[in-house]
């Protein structure tokens, strides 16, 4: 497993190791011991989640503020373009976000520790995104960042508006969400 830095210097992106042939490939998708070395974390992971969308969805900006979720995230089929976005007020990146395309074919992975907001668009015809995750899910503990929220200024890969929960449209601003010490 490959770790690759990012603009946030606690996000990161690892690159399995893929073995290839005529006949397909194989890689260890994840293991605890070289999720450790690579990062530098011990890290339960305590829930699996799997979403299919369609070109042009939007999932987020979402984050807990209560068993705040470390997400290791992967795409399966097609591919996404990844945002987290620091929360911790603590922070020297407080308020900023990085980017990456995810793909099937790239195989990359993304961590997003615990006191980031995540989200994705689906930039093929569909997309099969898996979460892993240090923390069940608490929907009494869920909060939603804008996608779109002028200050965070993410510049999503739009060709169109994208497809919204009502969750989703119903995100606060940065300036009046709900973040972390």
Not at 28 to 48: K, W
Not at 76 to 87: K, P, S
Not at 112 to 135: D, I, M, N, Q
Not at 142 to 157: N, V
Request: proline share 4%; with cysteine.
């Amino acid at each position: 497993m490959q770790r690759v830095n990012t603009d946030l210097s606690d996000v990161i992106v690892l690159e399995p190791k893929v073995f290839g042939d005529e006949r397909g490939f194989f890689f260890e998708s994840f293991n605890a011991r070289r999720f450790a070395d690579a990062t530098g974390l011990q890290r339960e992971f305590v829930q699996d989640n799997h979403s299919r969308s369609q070109r042009g969805v939007l999932r987020g900006l979402h984050y807990q503020v209560q068993q705040a979720q470390g997400k290791l995230v992967r795409v399966t089929a097609g591919e996404v373009y990844d945002v987290a976005v620091d929360l911790r007020r603590s922070s020297h990146a407080f308020g900023r976000w990085m980017g990456v395309h995810l793909s099937a074919e790239n195989k990359r992975q993304l961590w997003v520790p615990e006191g980031f907001a995540h989200g994705f668009v689906v930039l093929s015809e569909f997309a099969e995104f898996l979460y892993k995750t240090t923390e069940y899910y608490a929907p009494e503990h869920e909060r939603c960042i804008r996608w779109d929220d002028p200050t965070l200024a993410i510049e999503w890969p739009l060709q169109e508006a994208p497809h919204l929960s009502a969750k989703d449209q119903a995100g606060v601003s940065f300036s009046d969400a709900q973040v972390f010490p």
